[in-house]
């Protein structure tokens, strides 16, 4: 869903400016902060799952799929965050067009070559 | 299946139509088509490459060595090519915004998901 | 390094067979365990600040570039460990021979591949 | 670099030596040559295939899905292959024990974090 962003929107930051706007003070994953807020804590939980099994000297191969399982939930949560950017912050910007279209562009191309390399 | 679009698909719809505009007819990355295809060749001579090593006996290590490195063309390939898609097709859907833009963004989600993924 | 495991190993355990040994009681990263925990805390560290950085609406892309740290840190968790089943664990079985090589090639095979794809 | 190792690898070494032995003359995919090289013309049809789309302007996203399959193709190439390394030339080395197992380890585990991160 692209985001609907009102006039107000730059009220709220005084000394706001309209070409420095949404994106500069709400990301564009906020509706959905809470379920973003829940994966973590449960990646967080097989990070934490994970030592247990170290100190409990699991053989490495269990180890290694719980591993793979965290990696996994990892980039879950990226390509979710990313689907946000892009239909929020990257959608806002090129609605208004201009040089900061262009740079949100690449700067979301960065980020999905960062994921893509991780 | 890939979806055959040819160069009529908007002499199908006579007056085309304001909504379903420019990547419906001329994907993102036509202005640099030329680098692209010179990129994909140099990939195809990494795979012919690969069979020559394989086809006299090289060391299994020496192999992986290039597959490694034509996997990461392969995804340079990719990077490139989303980047192109990000800043031309679903710029100009969401330019236009409505439906398409939504649909726009989606299919652009996936497509990364699928690249990170892979 | 390929560890020396010696004909008393199995005497260690009362009851302990040749035919189940060395890596179904202790894992082959036990020389390092510290360092693993030390690194997992460290991760662990890693996805909390990540849930800091979503709890203080941090910009989405701020956000991606600290998943992609934390993949990269999980990945080179994981690499660790399997140089280390395959310096201890595989050789072992390797060593020994018979089926339980065969075994143990396949079940580090099949965690590579499941590696390689997360 | 990929090294060059001959046919006549072995018979510079009259009658071979136990130290210096099959993994220095033929690789440990031997045996599956043919499906190895089958494979790889798949993947350089592929490759092939992907030219074909951006010569006809196919639209950006189907070419995407073509180079994730191609991506996959080749990692599962490289899968199979390390397989087929750690069941012969690794357990080779191993079964011989001494500095070249230690080697053997250490390259096998350098190629995997290779292909991990590519």
Known sequence: MVAKRTATDG???PGGS???GYQHRKPGY???KDDHLKRLRRIEGQVRG???LVENDTYCIDV???VSAATKALEAFAIGLLD???SHCVAEAL???GAEAD???REASAAIARLVRS
């Open 11 to 13: 009220a709220a930051r």
């Open 18 to 20: 309209a070409t420095h």
């Open 30 to 32: 906020l509706a959905s």
């Open 50 to 52: 994970l030592q247990r």
């Open 64 to 66: 290694l799929t719980q």
């Open 84 to 86: 946000e950017h892009l």
């Open 95 to 97: 609605s208004r067009g």
């Open 103 to 105: 740079e949100k562009v």
